[in-house]
């Protein structure tokens, strides 16, 4: 199960088609992704589970313009932005149609702009008026269960919950029809944690498209309505959620679930366990 | 789990000193610590018995006084932090007022520990195998070559795929995984009767935290090795645990057989650990009541 059920019937946001990323000397190339094709509908959340090498943070940074790919397509919201060059990423990125979240939201903040200069940038770069600025920077603060107090503040002087949702509303402040969250929750307590995936729920309705990027199926699962699975630079599965999570096909996707920690785990989970790396490991 | 007694027969070596099955190896009693230098209580009251082949679970976020609890067992608490009440037991000692060359002894051979961040405890510049091979030449008082047959043993035992190339090896050549199987397998030479992991799975991958997990699950029913697992995940310590403890702030909110604490959660913060798996987890999907 290789291919991506196209399930929407509007148009994708985004829609890659048989990447293949290579890094390295032309003698030493190693393959960092292969053949990876994904589409995602507005409004959706997809998440993109993988462990370390799968290839899951490659695939964030080529679809945001930060990789170049060496075959495929990259769509997004109907443009073709494969081939762009810098200074056609640099356009598209200014228009906030794509947004990023990564793990650290103390490397993403700028550590001298107060929280409501940060979250106002963006707007202004696009020639958004200061007042109307201000009044967006307050909703989506909102949006991100925040309050107006914290408005003055560093990023330094806030809880790393805190800081990771002004992340999240510095990327939705331009309204994007997209936005890449690399492992946006694995650095925050279970507290934090349950917020802010909470909060990425709760865009759903807005119509953006959430690309959830992480190797921790439970955060993955809990928010995602289709879920990839990478392994070794392939989307071995692609599925909803359900789907994914309690008929998985392919073994290492087998091997993520049964390995997952559960509530609910059983000691015949270990007998699959082995039997599962030894078919992997073969 | 199989019986205790029986798995404690089986391989001479690792009981030093034969006691019951029965009898508690680790007793920890009403154990309170304390920050002398703020003048402040951090853990107020933590107890648990532990029986060989056993397994000990304390969940609780950072800060909660879990890694506390197990350095005093330990008997590594950070300057200026004492265990102002109650009393811990190792093996039928009372640790209180040890002098440090009777932790010396005890440590490594009675209790041991495994942690976070594999790599940060081990010597960069100096192969695995061999720090793995001092430890079985100061505790076990045996010669260089025995010292290496042992440690090749061993990494066998932790399922190091290739023992003898991994003896050889730097940190820099291991991954995470494999780096926490050394540590355990230096954590096991002496054959203690109790080994603590502290969050000794929280960096690594999914896949590799199981495959650690297995690995604990296993010594412990070929050796009768009896464990503390410490997690901020409530699901990690359910999965390996047969008692579990709830740690707040230095407070044992809830605790009782893992079974009990994951049915039937009489706390609050319990129940909040436990919804976490439920609503934003695999929990959600696997969990019979919830339809997705």
């Known amino acids: 199960m290789s291919t991506d059920p196209n399930p929407g019937r509007t148009a994708p946001v985004l829609a890659v088609e048989g990447l293949e990323v290579h890094y390295g000397p032309r003698r030493r190339r190693r393959r960092a992704l292969h053949d990876v094709s994904l589409s995602i509908a507005p409004g959706e959340t997809v998440g993109v589970i993988g462990e370390t090498g799968s290839g899951k943070s490659t695939l964030a940074r080529t679809v945001l313009g930060l990789v170049r790919a060496s075959a495929g397509s990259i769509v997004i919201d109907g443009e073709e932005v494969g081939a762009y060059g810098p200074r056609q990423w640099r356009a ?99 507290a934090n944690r349950v917020q802010v995936l909470q909060i990425l729920k709760e865009l759903r309705t807005d119509g953006v498209a959430l690309v959830f990027i992480s190797h921790d199926l439970g955060s993955v699962a809990g928010v ?14 692609v599925g909803a959620a359900a789907d994914v999570i309690n008929t998985p096909r392919h073994p290492y996707t087998r091997l993520l679930v049964r390995s997952a920690p559960t509530l609910h785990s059983a000691p015949a989970d270990r007998a699959e366990r082995e039997a599962l790396r030894a078919l992997l490991h073969a | ?138 505790k076990k008082k045996v010669r260089r070559r025995e010292a290496r047959r042992q440690t090749i043993e061993l990494l066998r035992a932790v399922h190091l795929r290739d023992p003898e190339l991994v003896y050889g090896q730097y940190t820099y050549e291991l991954s995470g995984g494999m780096l926490q199987r050394v540590l355990i397998a230096a954590a096991i030479a002496a054959g203690p009767r109790v080994l603590i992991a502290d969050e000794a799975t929280t960096a690594l991958d999914v896949t590799v935290q199981a495959e650690i997990l297995d690995l604990l699950a296993d010594l412990r029913e070929q050796t009768g090795l009896a464990l503390v697992v410490v997690s901020h995940d409530l699901a990690v310590v359910a999965q390996l645990c047969d008692e579990v403890l709830v740690l707040r702030q230095g407070e044992v909110v809830e605790q009782g057989p893992t079974h009990e604490v994951l049915h039937h959660p009489r706390h609050a913060y319990t129940r909040l650990l436990i919804a976490e798996h439920e609503q934003y987890g695999l929990d959600r999907f696997l969990a019979p009541e919830e339809d997705a």
């Open chain 1, 92 to 190: 598209l990125r200014r228009r906030g149609v794509v947004q990023y979240v990564f793990q650290d939201p103390l490397r993403s903040l700028d550590p001298d702009l107060t929280v409501e200069d940060s979250l106002a940038e963006p707007l202004l770069v696009q020639g958004v008026p200061r007042t109307e600025a201000a009044a967006r920077v307050r909703a989506f603060l909102t949006r991100v269960h925040l309050t107006e107090d914290l408005l003055d503040r560093l990023p330094g002087e806030l809880s790393g919950g805190q800081r990771q949702r002004v992340a999240v509303a510095r990327a939705l402040v331009t309204e994007p029809r997209l936005v890449i969250l690399d492992e946006p929750v694995s650095a925050l307590d279970s």
């Open chain 1, 224 to 237: 995602a309505d289709r879920i990839a699975v990478l392994y070794q630079g392939e989307a071995v599965e």
């Open chain 2, 1 to 138: 789990m199989s019986t205790l007694s029986e798995k404690l027969q089986a391989p001479a070596e690792h009981t030093a000193k034969p006691v019951r099955p029965s009898q508690p190896v680790l007793s920890v009693r009403e154990v309170r610590i304390s920050d002398q230098a703020a003048g402040r209580e951090i853990v107020h009251g933590v107890s648990f018995d532990l029986t060989p082949g056993r397994t000990v679970g304390i969940v609780g976020e950072s800060g909660s006084g879990k890694t506390l609890t197990c350095r005093a067992a330990l008997g590594i608490l950070p300057a200026h932090f004492e265990v102002t009440g109650g009393s811990i037991e190792l093996d039928g000692h009372d640790i209180t007022g040890f002098s440090t060359a009777e932790w010396t002894s005890l440590r490594g051979s009675t209790i041991s520990a495994v942690f976070q961040d594999p790599a940060s405890y081990l010597n960069p510049s100096i192969r695995v195998g061999a720090q793995v091979a001092e430890v079985i030449r100061v």
